[in-house]
């Protein structure tokens, strides 16, 4: 019996080895960088996050490593996470401030918060943005004024210019807003301060206008004819087709408040 054991010992012992699989041998970084771009290829851009993520930590010095935190910020930008993307921006232009792709880091840095405020119902309904915070905007507008200041001729300049110019007008059409309400509540000084930032600031924006006209009402309710005079000349002779002024040349606001309030607007507020 222990000469029948010893055999039947050692053949389970070899069978036991024989049937363990084989550790897969470890991915190297062209293999991962592989990877993550079929993920990308494919639109399935979590998943590339997450490769990236994980080539950035094993190889942190290797030879993707900068096209890795380029490819970072573009699939955070196409998952529809702006925050991310300012950040993997950022860290981008810190860790390589002189790499020829930095115009293209700072673009979408630019483009990220371009798109920062906006809700899920602006991707298919028209909302007024004018009533919203810009601090984003604000952010934006800076990231791509630095875009066109340092590399006028990247290919991601005409954009930016073009964004701009958007902004701008967005940061008009607030500063409107609130002397619209400034105004329909009786701060005319309040109304008049804003509206005039705009014509100095905004000049060339489509909102001149309707600020020269606002000018022009609050002065006139404050008597000081004057400087509603001066107001109205302005708009007269650099907007004499503007739908705010009337046949004879006055000024014509249709929101702008009446001089003597009902009780229906006392008692709400002018809210109705």
Not at 27 to 48: G, I, K, P, V
Not at 147 to 157: G, I, K, Q
Request: charged share 25%; proline share 6%.
């Amino acid at each position: 019996m222990p000469r029948l054991i010893w055999p039947l010992l050692a053949a389970l012992l070899l069978g036991a080895c024989a049937s363990k699989p084989e550790e897969s041998p470890e991915r190297t970084e062209a293999a991962q960088y592989r990877e993550a771009q079929s993920a990308m290829d494919a639109n399935n851009y979590l998943t590339a996050i997450d490769r990236l993520k994980e080539l950035e930590a094993r190889f942190p010095y290797g030879r993707y490593a900068e096209q890795a935190q380029l490819d970072l910020i573009y699939a955070h930008f196409r998952s529809q996470e702006y925050p991310e993307t300012v950040v993997a921006a950022q860290r981008f232009m810190r860790s390589y401030p002189a790499h020829p792709s930095l115009d293209y880091a700072l673009y979408m840095r630019g483009l990220a918060n371009f798109y920062m405020e906006r809700s899920f119902f602006d991707s298919f309904m028209t909302t007024d943005k004018s009533a919203r915070d810009l601090t984003s905007a604000t952010d934006a507008f800076e990231d791509f004024e630095r875009l066109v200041t340092r590399f006028p001729d990247s290919d991601y300049a005409p954009d930016a210019r073009t964004r701009m110019v958007f902004i701008r007008n967005e940061m008009a059409r607030h500063e409107l807003h609130v002397a619209r309400y400034y105004a329909r509540r009786g701060a005319y000084i309040a109304a008049i301060n804003r509206a005039q930032y705009v014509v100095q600031h905004y000049q060339r924006t489509p909102l001149v206008p309707e600020a020269l006209a606002v000018m022009t009402a609050g002065y006139e309710r404050l008597d000081q004819p004057e400087l509603a005079a001066k107001s109205r000349r302005v708009l007269q002779e650099n907007y004499p087709d503007s739908e705010y002024l009337d046949d004879d040349g006055q000024v014509d606001l249709a929101w702008w408040p009446r001089e003597g309030k009902g009780l229906m607007s006392l008692l709400t507020f002018d809210l109705l």
